[in-house]
């Protein structure tokens, strides 16, 4: 039975089943092996998603550490911001406060520059009233005095040229021509000398002439260089105010006062003396003119006049000099006034102040002098120092003056006239 058991069935139907059982094997076989290789590929798949996991976490984990370190970047950042947003802050406050700083130092450099301004105009006052106070003269008296000396040399060398010199044309002069010429002459010579030159005849001794000569420099040459004479070109009534008013300036102010004031005074009053040179010598040579008509040179008035315009140029020095002096004495000297002086005709002999201009010469006037004598006119300019002495005492605000004769003044005396006429 066992033996039967075990042969096989080859029925049709057996072999059919056998033949499905073996296919349905085969396909499961093929399905479990697609299965296992389904398996294998998703285990494989399972791993390269775990590594790709793994490289996910740990890129996380990268990115986590970054955005730590830069959240902590932001943070620093942050504060960093903070602080330039601080200093943006404190700069803008430190540039509106420059702005104010600038602004007070435009206000100060304008202070500045107003008190520099001040300062300046302050100073040149001080300055200017330093020199106004000053007593520094510009010239030395010694100056002074030569510029003295020349004018009178010089007038003492013109004179007897012009007197012996000229040599005239022409018929001579009426009587009402000498008598006009002798009004005018009389003004600045004196009747006295004017009638002396009248009467002496001149053609041996021209002494009278020159005499007179000297005395017309002399006296329009004082004219115009004393103190009282403040414009040459201003009617008296100007000179005289002007006098007054100096006159009460030295009473009561300082001397360094009185002499500035009279210096600017001086210098700025009046036209400039240079232009008026020609005028000056004009109404000289009509003075000489006059000398020559009174003492009967023969010609017409402008005859004669026109002869003496040939020392026009010698009289023009004569002007300058006088010019000269009067800037040294008026403008030049603050420390002291100075005064050229001329005594007047028929004022007594003086010998403090005068010096006899022909004693020991040809005349010798010497008891003349000791009486007294009138004089007769005046052949040289004299010059004194005026100083101011303060009183001793304080309660007593007068002022005493000093006056010192620098140069006398050369003088003839009445009695050359009647030697003169005798000849």
Known sequence: M???A??????????LERDVQKGDSNALKEELRCAREEVQHLQTKVRQEQSRGVR???????????????????????????????????AREVETRGKQMETELDTLRKQLNDNNALLKTRTSELQDAQTYLSSTDDLSHADV????????????????????????????GGNDEIDLAGRRATVFLGTALVELLKRVDHQ???LAVQMALQACFVDYCAWLSRRSTWDPTAIDDVNTVLESTYSRIVQHETQSVAGRWRTLARRHIGSSLGELEAKFRDVLLHRIADVFIVSGSPGRPMEILETVKAFSTQVTDIVRLAVDLRVATGEN????????????TGKPFE????????????YNAQEDEARMTPVLCTVQLGLRRCERQHARHREDAAQVFKATV???SEVALHTICAELLQQ
């Open 2 to 4: 066992g033996h039967d």
């Open 6 to 15: 075990m042969i096989v069935d080859d029925t049709p139907q057996t072999i």
């Open 56 to 90: 996910y976490r740990t890129r996380a984990e990268e990115l986590e550490f970054n955005v730590g370190k830069r959240d902590a970047r932001i943070l620093d950042l942050e504060k960093q911001l903070q602080g330039y947003n601080r200093v943006i802050a404190k």
């Open 145 to 172: 005095q030569r510029k003295l000396n020349t004018l009178n040399s010089e007038i003492s060398q013109i004179a007897p040229r012009i007197a012996d010199c000229l040599q005239f044309t022409g018929g001579q």
């Open 204 to 206: 041996e001794d021209s």
């Open 333 to 344: 000297i603050v420390s002291s006034d100075f005064e050229v002086f001329v005594p007047s």
């Open 351 to 362: 010998t403090t102040m005068m010096r006899n201009a022909y004693s020991g010469k040809r």
């Open 406 to 408: 620098v140069v006398k």
